[in-house]
């Protein structure tokens, strides 16, 4: 890499290496465990121009998002909290049956369903033909397209502009910022409104989330880079709010640079806070990759121990985040038998790179392991739920951001 991506500076400093993988999603069925498999540089650096984090667009967006492997409906707390946004959208934007809401990257259509319901017409415009085809099974109108300029040009012109359009946990899977938010201007009504949630780099660096660094996230926003990139298409941040999802993101409300005003409060007050942090010069990203390294040597260091003491450790989860730490640890079935995923999809594949088998949930009840790494960490509280039936055999439930956590679970 040697150009940011939205300012085109070519002053980029290293902010963590976390050596080559493969791609995060690119699970193996059992007939290619005897492939090679290609794996990538994952080196996060941020551009002291821009202070837009980021890593070199090593893959593209087709070859990550044709087939996908995640459908975001089996998280409970992401539907629910998709519910919750539809309610409140609803009413803050006065929306109703005349309105026209649009989500890019919609997935299964979690979030939309709840638009559907409410008699609201929508669209959503979804890039994975397998999670798209269970969108419009489920009643949930879909393009199967990637948002750049024209598509959103197209849409407009076939079905109006949108009163809101939505983009949830997509705005760091793309390359071309610029393209990406000029598509967003040319889906939005001229005084219509824009809401992007994205993960907070404040809370990655402050949290050591590293793991959710990982060759499907091209970029890592603060509300300031953020900013800058919704400005390169023409629309102007007006409000902020902090988020806990992903363990901890930013919902950015943007509408058309004409008709934005001046920011709320709560912009200030958080480009206030990332200014304290040090994330607008280098000494903010200093310390960063030595606490990576500690999240792995102790990590590692339970693993192993507890295979010399007899004990059996499986998995919880299969996300994407997962990949990046047990690639970066080095985690093979000897310190790992096999993780567990609600998802049917992953059922008899294996984790990329590291060739950790994938079973059913109802694993665990089965074999009884003393311990769980739960691996999708910002789900915690529905996790700890969810599991607290491995307290009948004494099991465990270990945790390994932004520190190693063992939880002991009631009943």
Not at 48 to 56: E, G, V
Not at 150 to 169: I, Q
Not at 318 to 334: E, Q
Request: proline share 7%; net charge negative.
């Amino acid at each position: 890499m040697t150009r940011c991506r939205l300012c085109g500076s070519t002053a980029l400093a290293s902010v963590v290496d976390l050596g080559a993988t493969p791609p995060c999603e690119s699970f193996l069925a059992a007939d290619q465990l005897d492939r090679m498999e290609p794996a990538y540089p994952l080196h996060l650096r941020v551009c002291t121009d821009c202070w837009l984090a980021q890593l070199p667009p090593l893959i593209t967006p087709e070859e990550t998002f044709s087939e996908y492997a995640y459908f975001s409906s089996y998280s409970t707390s992401w539907v629910e909290h998709a519910r919750a946004f539809v309610a409140d959208a609803t009413g803050r934007l006065e929306l109703g049956p005349g309105s026209f809401v649009v989500e890019v990257a919609s997935n299964d259509g979690y979030l939309l369903r709840h638009v559907v319901e409410r008699g609201i017409r929508c669209l959503g415009v979804e890039p994975s033909v397998n999670v798209g085809a269970a969108a419009r099974e489920a009643g949930v109108p879909t393009l199967t397209a990637f948002l750049d300029p024209a598509t959103g040009a197209d849409v407009r012109a076939e079905h109006g502009p949108a009163d809101l359009v939505v983009a949830n946990n997509v705005y760091a899977h793309i390359p071309d910022v610029v393209g990406f938010t000029q598509g967003l201007r040319a889906l939005v009504a001229d005084d219509g409104w824009v809401s992007v949630e994205v993960q907070h780099l404040l809370t990655l660096i402050e949290e050591n989330q590293y793991d959710t660094i990982y060759h499907e996230h091209f970029q890592y926003y603060t509300v300031a880079s953020a900013a800058r990139a919704l400005a390169s298409g023409g629309l102007a941040l007006v409000d902020v709010e902090t988020l806990p999802t992903h363990g901890g993101s930013i919902r950015l409300w943007a509408r058309p640079a004409e008709v934005a005003g001046e920011p709320s409060r709560r912009v200030v007050d958080v480009l206030a806070r990332e200014k304290a942090a040090g994330l607008r010069e280098l000494s903010g990203y200093a310390e960063f990759s030595a606490r990576v390294a500690k999240v792995r040597r102790d990590l590692l260091r339970f693993l192993v121990e507890a295979a010399e003491r007899g004990q059996t450790v499986v998995g919880y989860g299969a996300p994407g985040k997962g990949n990046t730490l047990l690639n970066h640890c080095g985690i093979r079935p000897d310190l790992l038998a096999y993780t567990v995923d609600r998802n049917p999809y992953k059922h008899g594949r294996f984790t990329p790179g590291t060739r950790v088998p994938i079973l059913p949930p109802e694993q665990l009840a089965v074999d009884r392991p003393d311990y769980v790494l739960v691996l999708p960490w910002n789900l915690r509280d529905e996790l700890v739920e969810q599991l607290s039936y491995v307290h009948a055999w004494g099991g465990r439930l270990v945790f390994p951001i932004p520190e190693l956590s063992i939880v002991e679970v009631g009943p």
